[in-house]
């Protein structure tokens, strides 16, 4: 089923910062997502990223940003559940969304922590292959922001705040509702649609059946919409990599082009032995864009696009991004501006 244009914009930044100074590159990426709500953006994504220069924690920066945005939906993309306890986290991100009102997205990922070797027992608390690190772990995380109190009716925790039947606290009515999955395969695409999140999909998945990356990223889509409960229509929202260079400077329209020309080897074949595809990035002018979008198989499908900023560009650099987007790209493609 095709979609009647894009209704939904947002953005996801990687909230990079300098060694050493992790505030000024902190509070810059919390001052994007004023600008961007300024902007009418609909959602500002901040990645979640462990041993590097960048948001380590996206639940606590993104209730620093409930505090700095009135309208805007706030998004973690994603939280890979290998490196959380379901339990905790469920306190974390429900903390989050109460002082959002309700704003919060919640992206996630399974799978092994990908640097678990390296942290070993400054994170183990278990041998690692004695640990569930599958998509069960990411139905606990759901199972625990339920509206569910705990034991049974006789079960009562005793405490200086009073008597009170047990439930993960605070309780968040509709962020199990608010939850996202960023699939990458068909296995992953179909858990999520069966299990009731909305899907996430960005420049790189896996080549199962194609070398093609947009045909495969279109069977995608439709196993995941075949897979979801009758009754029940997911967010789909499409990540891509778009740098308009309209209202940039000569040496900075330069080195644009030169940041896409040095990620273009990567697009031309399958990398490694899990066929990794990735997604030609979108530089040029916003006609140029426009052209290659208006031709994009995979865009007619979806009515949200979460523009993916690349990585070491500078605040201004971002602003100039956003702003050319959303004056001179998204309203061609159907979007408004709130």
């Not at 052209?291 to 690349?310: A, N």
Request: net charge neutral.
């Amino acid at each position: 089923m095709s979609s009647s244009g894009i209704r939904h914009l947002a953005f996801l930044t990687p909230g990079n910062y300098a060694e050493g100074d992790p505030l000024a590159g902190i509070e810059a990426a919390l001052k994007l997502f004023e600008f961007g709500e300024k902007l009418g953006f609909d959602g500002a994504w901040v990645r979640q990223r462990h041993l590097e220069r960048g948001v380590s924690s996206a639940a606590t920066f993104l209730a620093a940003a409930t505090q700095r945005t009135r309208r805007i939906e706030l998004g973690a993309a994603v939280i890979q559940m290998g490196y959380e306890n379901p339990f905790r986290l469920a306190e974390d991100l429900a903390t989050v969304d109460v002082l959002s009102r309700g704003r919060l997205q919640v992206g996630l990922s399974a799978g092994a922590p990908l640097h678990g070797a390296l942290l070993g027992n400054r994170f183990h608390d278990a041998a690692p292959n004695t640990v569930d690190f599958t998509h069960k772990r990411v139905g606990r995380l759901k199972a625990n922001l339920e509206d569910t109190l705990l034991g049974d009716d006789e079960t009562f925790i005793e405490s200086a705040g009073g008597r009170v039947r047990p439930r993960v606290q605070p309780y968040a009515p509709g962020l199990i509702d608010r939850l996202w999955y960023g699939g990458g395969s068909l296995r992953s695409v179909e858990w999520a649609g069966r299990n009731g999140f909305h899907l996430l999909l960005g420049n790189v998945l896996s080549g199962e059946t194609t070398d093609d990356f947009l045909q495969a990223q279109l069977g995608l889509i439709e196993r995941y919409r075949a897979s979801e409960t009758e009754g029940r229509k997911g967010r789909v929202a499409l990540g891509r990599v778009i740098v308009p260079l309209d209202g940039a400077d000569a040496a900075t329209r330069k080195r644009y082009r030169e940041f896409a020309a040095g990620r273009i080897e990567r697009t031309l074949a399958p990398q490694g032995e899990r066929r990794t595809l990735f997604a030609g990035d979108l530089v040029g002018t916003s006609d140029e864009i426009l052209e290659r979008l208006r031709r994009d198989p995979v865009l007619p499908h979806v009515s949200e696009l979460r523009v993916e900023l690349p990585y070491n560009f500078s605040s201004g650099e971002y602003e100039q991004i956003l702003t050319d987007l959303s004056r001179h790209i998204a309203p061609e493609l159907g979007w408004r501006a709130l």
